[in-house]
């Protein structure tokens, strides 16, 4: 009896303090370059989160980077240089501005979703050939989840940025990575300097049916 009862205690207090993190989890754009946590832990989030988020057939197709120091500010670099050539001179300040921002920060974890094993999928399971990239997407999705509530957990701030594709072909040369990765999104995060912004939520009577 007694076992039973304090593993159920155990997972109440799991569960309390699960709910709380997605609560707390916000977007942080005023972020600074200081961290409450080592590099190595929040490696440590990364491993976790790759090791125990599921994939669509199991297939672990996520593939992450994090970028910390120079190479955080290089990402933002490549960012701001591929913007300014496709965006109007006039308007190119505010998007420089938010850009800055992340750069501010102390670090970013890049998403990518590995091509050759969702083709692999696609070759092994042709009659669900055409869900293979959505499925890869809602892992990456989960992954993202995961490693954002976990990082807000850990005292720091985060927000996800989407400049791929545009970037996607300096990224790769810069860091030497596979062909076959696709990149999903950026993660910039550091220490939160505000508040995340007022969210509005909207009524939850139609977004969720019950049916008993
Ligand atoms: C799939 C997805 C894509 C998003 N893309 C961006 C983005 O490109 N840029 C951005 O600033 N925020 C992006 N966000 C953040 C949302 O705007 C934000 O989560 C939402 O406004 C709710 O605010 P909260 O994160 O503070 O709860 C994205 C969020 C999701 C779930």
């Not at 910390?68 to 965006?87: C, D, N, P, R, Y």
């Not at 989407?162 to 996607?168: E, F, G, R, S, T």
């Not at 993660?187 to 505000?194: H, L, S």
Request: proline share 5%.
């Amino acid at each position: 009896m007694l076992p039973e009862k304090i593993i159920f205690i155990k997972i109440k207090i799991m569960g309390e303090s699960l709910i709380n993190s997605i609560i707390k989890r916000r977007t942080y754009y005023s972020i600074n370059n200081q961290s409450s946590v080592s590099d190595k832990e929040i490696e440590e989030i990364i491993r976790l989160a790759l090791t125990h988020i599921p994939s669509a057939y199991n297939s672990q197709s996520t593939r992450i980077v994090l970028l910390l120091g120079k190479h955080h500010a290089m990402l933002w670099q490549i960012v701001k240089k591929t913007l300014k050539k496709i965006i109007e001179h006039d308007s190119f300040s505010a998007t420089e501005k938010k850009i800055d921002g992340f750069a501010a920060g102390y670090g970013t974890i890049l998403f990518f979703e590995d091509y050759q094993i969702v083709s692999d999928l696609q070759k092994n399971f042709p009659a669900y050939a055409m869900n293979f990239p959505t499925f890869a997407e809602h892992t990456s999705a989960m992954h993202q989840f995961a490693i954002w509530t976990l990082l807000e957990e850990n005292g720091l701030g985060a927000s996800l940025q989407h400049y791929n594709p545009l970037i996607d072909k300096e990224v790769k040369l810069q860091w030497h990575l596979p062909d076959t990765w696709k990149l999903i999104a950026q993660m910039p995060f550091g220490t939160p300097v505000n508040e995340p912004a007022k969210k509005e939520f909207k009524p939850l009577e139609n977004r969720i049916y019950v049916f008993k």
